[in-house]
């Protein structure tokens, strides 16, 4: 009898220890799109770091909010208890964060950053990403040194940079930082600027593509410099402006192009010579971070005791950008890798 009762009771035990096990480590992880170069390369970096950390879900919301907001409805109700998403929408946050708040669930939201005030919203929240304007600066830094090394690029004489920009997408925190600081940066050092064109090419290469084929049929020569809010849509508009005979090894026949990521092919285009620069994010330190995070909370720990993480206002991890030219390529090889 007494035996039984030992049994039945270390079987309780162990299956119960069980349940909390499982219960205790599931994270959704929401993706706001698979085939976006720059995420696709967090996502993967995401799933081989949390391997022997975390049981998490991967999810892809296939750029749509609806699909996006389904889907955390629907892991919500199968028992997740930890919650990291990268927005489709970053207007999205509000309702995002009350389905998180509505279970008091601890969120992680990464990449697409919400405002303060949806960051103020509830005290269970954390953001992964960095500090957008500083890849503007960087950009406007990679500009402003090659045009002074080049005295070439000014195809007009006239001592300005007539530049096209080429956007991500609307309300996004990354899109506005570089788009606005880069020429920022150039302003405040005294190079003059006019702006040909601009467009939103969703971080996409194809959309940019089209889009950089339209400027170059309207304003040709006249573009001295194509700035672009990501690798992505640089390369997009590289191989554009390679249709019509540019940066193919003559001299005179040149755009200098600026992107952001560090990709693997921007960085192959750096050293042949065909971009100018770019301004690395890791993937591989945001992927990092986010796991650490998300582990942590599977556990009801408090990510504010990771050792490894700088937080500010105790809620924000920004992890920085380091600017790449034809000189310093291996270290973005290395957070592709
Ligand atoms: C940016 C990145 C882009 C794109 C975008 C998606 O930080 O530079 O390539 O991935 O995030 O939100
Ligand atoms: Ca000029």
Do not use: C
């Amino acid at each position: 009898m007494k035996n039984l009762i030992i049994k039945v009771f270390l079987l309780v035990t162990v299956f119960s220890l069980f349940l909390i096990g499982s219960e205790k480590t599931t994270v959704l992880v929401s993706i706001y799109r698979y085939d976006d170069m720059f995420m696709g390369f967090v996502k993967n970096d995401i799933k081989e770091y949390a391997k022997d950390k975390v049981n998490i879900f991967l999810r892809d919301s296939q750029n749509s909010q609806a699909t996006q907001n389904d889907v955390i409805d629907i892991m919500i109700e199968r028992g997740v208890n930890v919650l990291a998403v990268n927005l489709v929408n970053p207007r999205a946050a509000e309702a995002v964060i009350a389905k998180a708040r509505k279970h008091d669930i601890p969120i992680v939201l990464f990449n697409k950053e919400p405002s303060k005030e949806d960051m103020d919203s509830y005290d269970k929240i954390w953001y992964v990403g960095t500090k957008s304007e500083q890849s503007g600066v960087l950009q406007g830094k990679i500009i402003h040194e090659s045009w002074i090394d080049n005295p070439q690029y000014d195809k007009n004489k006239d001592g300005k940079i007539q530049y096209v920009m080429i956007q991500g997408e609307p309300n996004h925190a990354d899109a506005i930082g570089r788009s606005v600081n880069s020429i920022k940066y150039l302003k405040d050092n005294n190079i003059g600027v006019d702006l040909l064109a601009q467009g939103e090419a969703f971080w996409d290469e194809d959309n940019a593509n089209l889009m950089m084929k339209q400027y170059l049929r309207k304003y040709g020569d006249k573009i001295e410099y194509i700035i672009s809010n990501n690798d992505s849509m640089a390369i997009g508009a590289l191989n554009a402006i390679r249709e019509f005979g540019y940066n193919k090894g003559d001299d005179n026949k040149f755009i200098p192009i600026v992107g952001v990521d560090g990709i693997p092919s921007v960085i192959d285009e750096i050293s042949k010579g065909n971009i100018v620069g770019t301004v690395l994010q890791s993937p591989k330190n945001q992927a990092y971070a986010i796991v650490d995070l998300v582990s942590v909370l599977s556990k009801g720990g408090n990510p504010l005791e990771l050792e490894n993480i700088v937080f500010e206002d105790s809620k924000y991890v920004r992890l920085p950008y380091v600017a790449i030219t034809s000189e310093n390529i291996n270290l973005a090889y290395e957070a592709y890798k």
